[in-house]
């Protein structure tokens, strides 16, 4: 099958062909799904947004779609909702046992959290009582438009923004406080913090000199709160960050020759005292928090804590990696961030002789689907356990289906990363990522082996793999085709389209085949090649791209037959008399994805069906009538009304093409369907039965058990020639009997028997 998706969509319509339909209209009723699949647990990504004493904040990521804001009153111990009013959109700060939520009003939209904005208030609370007290702005503060507008300090009663005003919201309306730099200091010098006692801040400001030694200059100043000027600034090279803590200001210097914490008093700050933390870091980021006095240095795999004379390296190995700092001014104690390789994010707190206890960790929540392929009998996913990081490994599994009973979870051997694509056909199943990565092979969930391809996997199908412009075949076989870019197979049989709009499909198992051509009706755009399709008789494809406001529509057509049809939507994938496809929607202000949903359509009937998925989450079809799909709490699966009526047709054979009599000659057998048990007949070449072999059923689709020894019914082997043998057997859900990948003959092929 094709790789799963994520999804995109259109509308419009244009074209016709061979017997043409109505394009469907949109779609009302939605699939109701018969399988549930319990998603797997695993810790959510976490984020502390603000803390004060023992009450904490944080965002819990659920899904690509949900993100749950809690607060604690205990230090994490338990956790409940955030109140509405403090949730969404503004940011939050947290001081003296309270929290201070900025109130804004978006204005235009722009990257990520840097709308342009106006400050419409803030909202005090306490998390211990519940008491929320709002405090307004005067028209002319309200007028403001800002972008990246947040909170940067709060501190007795004074909060500081991102644009450096200073607010006194300690009355009904908040009352702006004029800070005047000193003399000297550069133009754009904005406020980093206030000091503790709500007198003064401190400020940073950075000069581009292209005449000097150094491309900037930067600098750092103090002003009082009152409205009288501030001092002279301080020029200090290599400055990076400025926080305030206490009636400290805290800054980190980073040179060419090393990297160095400084801290000094608020009121004097050119009398500081520094430690030099490593050498030679120009060319390197750097990043300075400060918690309750505690100075915190992120660099590369490495934390410093510092206080005082202390200093301890916290090195990004072991337990817990990507340690960072956070800058809360007055928890507990001091809290730092990392990742466990179990239970995910975790913040941890700082002992006064620079121990960390990791106390605070995430919960559990449904994990999440990054790859999903649908077969036969089963369902297989990689997700996100243990924990949501962004990287693997990441468990590979499989359940299998049997009406409407799920079987329990079973590993596939190895693990995945989560930029890795999964493809199932029949009982075969590849792993696959990028040409520096081997891709893996499996059957009947076993490793069979782990190659570097010469191509990106596109699709499988039986013993069939789609690389695009060459179909490799499982024993190394290599097909070159005529694709310009993307072909298609079913079994063994190849598609491609080429400029002229012509279809070329081709029998890889018969070589001395004519090929069938298909020629294509001319739209108003042009067709797209990485949206051609193949499922047994019939061709799909695409044309138009809604990213460039061109109405995308598709068709299928039977290249037997000539009986076409058309509809809105871009084709994702091709199944026994459906499809799946994206419809697309407007695209909404400020954002950057179109919308869409996705929908299948069964072509015979025409009928649509809207396939309940969140946007961005995974879906797949077997091909044969059922399509899954990753919801937030489980992978459902349901039936597409007029699917999967087709008799099963036969994939793909590996077997040696001779066996020697007295051998065993073991073909490896790839179906479309399930199969009730059956037998294998073989035939000399007058046509005469030799030997009949009983076959066990298969709810795979694949048969791996096959033998015959290369003698007759007699025991006695069989003189040397070719013979013919037929595979007969009815599929499990009484759709009729297995054909050759064509449909119009029996399942057979030849093989060699040498004395």
């Known amino acids: 099958m094709r790789r799963s998706f994520a ?141 990246c507008l947040w909170l940067t300090d709060a501190v007795r009663g004074l909060v500081l923004t991102s644009d450096g005003r200073v607010f006194d919201i300690s009355g009904a309306t908040a009352v702006q406080r004029k800070i005047k730099p000193g003399p000297g200091v550069p133009d754009g010098a904005l406020p980093v913090g206030i000091s503790a006692d709500g007198t003064t801040v401190a400020l940073r400001a950075s000069v581009y000199d292209p005449k000097g030694v150094r491309s900037e200059r930067t600098y750092l100043a103090v002003a009082p709160i009152s409205g009288a000027a501030g001092s002279a600034p301080i020029e200090i090279a290599g400055l990076t960050d400025v926080v305030v803590s206490g009636q400290n200001v805290h800054y980190l210097i980073r040179t060419a ?96 002789k620079l121990g960390v206890s990791w106390s605070i960790p995430s919960r559990k929540v449904p994990t999440r689907i990054s790859a999903l392929a649908l077969s036969t009998n089963r369902v297989t996913a990689v997700d996100s356990r243990p924990h949501a990081a962004e990287a693997g490994p990441a468990p590979l599994w499989y359940r299998d289906l049997q009406g409407t009973s ?73 097909f070159m085709t005529g694709a310009d870019g993307d072909s298609a197979v079913f079994g063994s049989l190849v598609a491609w389209l080429d400029r002229t709009d012509t279809v070329t499909i081709r029998d890889l198992a018969a070589p001395g085949t004519a090929d069938i051509v298909v020629h294509l009706p001319k739209q108003a755009y042009e067709y797209n090649f990485g949206r051609l399709q193949l499922w047994g008789d019939w061709v799909g494809i695409s044309w138009g791209d809604a990213n460039q406001g061109q109405p995308e529509s598709s068709l299928v057509t039977n290249f037997r037959t000539g009986e076409t049809h058309t509809t809105v939507g871009e084709l994702q994938d091709l199944g026994d008399g459906y499809a799946l496809l994206h419809r697309f929607g407007a695209l909404a202000e400020g954002e950057y994805e179109l919308p869409y949903t996705v929908v299948t359509w069964s072509f015979g009937s025409d009928e649509i069906r809207a396939v309940p998925v969140p946007q961005g989450n995974q879906v797949a079809i077997d091909g044969i009538g059922r399509v899954a799909w990753a919801a937030d709490t489980a992978i459902e699966i349901a039936k597409v009304p007029g699917a999967g009526t087709s008799a099963p047709r036969l994939l793909g054979v590996l077997a040696k093409a001779s066996v020697k009599a007295g051998k065993k000659w073991t073909p490896q057998v790839d179906m479309s369907k399930a199969l009730k048990a059956g037998v294998l007949e073989i035939r000399d070449r007058s046509g005469r039965v030799v030997r009949t072999i009983s076959t066990k059923a298969t709810a795979t689709g694949s048969l791996r058990t096959l033998s015959w ?9 069989v003189p040397a020639g070719t013979y013919t043998w037929t595979l007969r057997a009815d599929a499990t859900d009484g759709t009729g009997t297995l054909t050759d990948v064509t449909g119009t003959a029996a399942a057979s092929g030849e093989v060699k028997v040498i004395r």
């Open 406 to 478: 799920v079987g329990p979870e079973r590993r596939l051997p190895g693990s995945a990363e989560l930029t890795e694509e999964l493809f199932t056909s029949a009982g075969r199943t590849v792993l696959d990522c990028c040409l520096s990565v081997k891709a893996r092979f499996y059957d009947q969930g076993r490793l069979i082996l782990k190659q570097k391809l010469p191509f990106n996997v596109d699709e499988i199908s039986g013993p069939y793999i789609d690389g695009g412009d060459r179909v490799r075949r499982m024993d190394g076989a290599t």
């Open 709 to 717: 020894d290369g003698r007759n019914s007699a025991k006695k082997k």
């Open 257 to 352: 020759a090393k990297l160095t914490v400084c801290r000094a008093p608020i009121a004097t700050p050119a009398k500081a005292k520094c430690v030099s933390l490593r050498k030679g870091d120009q060319d390197y980021e750097a990043q300075l928090e400060v918690s309750q006095g505690l100075e915190q240095v992120t660099w590369r795999s490495t934390l410093w804590l510092v206080s005082g004379a202390q200093v301890k390296a916290l090195k990004t190995s072991g337990k817990v990696t990507e340690l960072r700092g956070t800058g809360f001014r007055d928890p507990v104690r001091p809290l730092v961030r990392g990742l466990d390789p179990q239970r995910g994010d975790v913040y941890g707190q700082v002992s006064p």
């Open 7 to 147: 999804v995109m969509l259109t509308t419009a319509l244009l074209a016709t062909g061979g017997i043409l339909f109505a394009p469907a209209a949109a779609a009302e009723d939605g699939l109701t799904p018969d399988i549930h699949v319990p998603l797997p647990s695993m810790w959510a990504s976490q984020s502390l947004t603000a803390a004060t004493g023992k009450s904490l904040v944080r965002t819990v990521y659920v899904n690509s779609h949900q993100q749950d804001e809690e607060y604690s009153i205990d230090n994490g111990a338990t956790w409940r909702p955030l109140p509405a009013e403090l949730a969404g959109s503004g940011s939050l700060a947290g001081y003296g046992g309270e929290f201070i939520k900025l109130r804004r009003t978006v204005i235009s939209p722009g990257g990520e959290g840097c709308e342009t904005s106006k400050l419409n208030g803030f909202t005090v609370w306490n998390p211990n009582t519940g008491v929320q007290r709002k405090v307004e702005l005067s028209a002319a503060d309200a007028s403001v438009e800002v972008e």
